[in-house]
């Protein structure tokens, strides 16, 4: 059986189709500089097969779902939307 991942937004739930410029958002560790600060990184990349099964990948179906990913991120540290499927 043939290993087959369908990709959903994890800002906004829609299904990858073959054609579409989706991208990919990791968080990483920065180090903590000051007390209270976020040592959280957002990182943004474009749709990367080989990374895409990467479970510490967000995967977002284009350019307005990663400005909100970036915004849920600079408000609440997270990206995860409640509307996303808990695949991780
Ligand atoms: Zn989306």
């Not at 749709?47 to 510490?56: G, L, T």
Request: glycine share 8%; hydrophobic share 40%.
């Amino acid at each position: 059986m043939v290993w087959d991942v369908s990709f959903t937004c994890d800002i906004c739930g829609k299904k990858k189709g073959e054609a579409n410029h989706w991208w990919m958002v990791v968080l990483g560790e920065v180090p903590c500089f000051e007390e209270g600060q976020p040592a959280v990184r957002f990182t943004l990349m474009p749709w990367n097969a080989a990374e895409s099964r990467n479970p510490a990948m967000y995967h977002l179906c284009g350019q307005g779902c990663a400005m909100q990913a970036m915004e849920r991120f600079m408000t609440t540290g997270e990206v995860e939307s409640d509307l996303a499927p808990n695949w991780r």
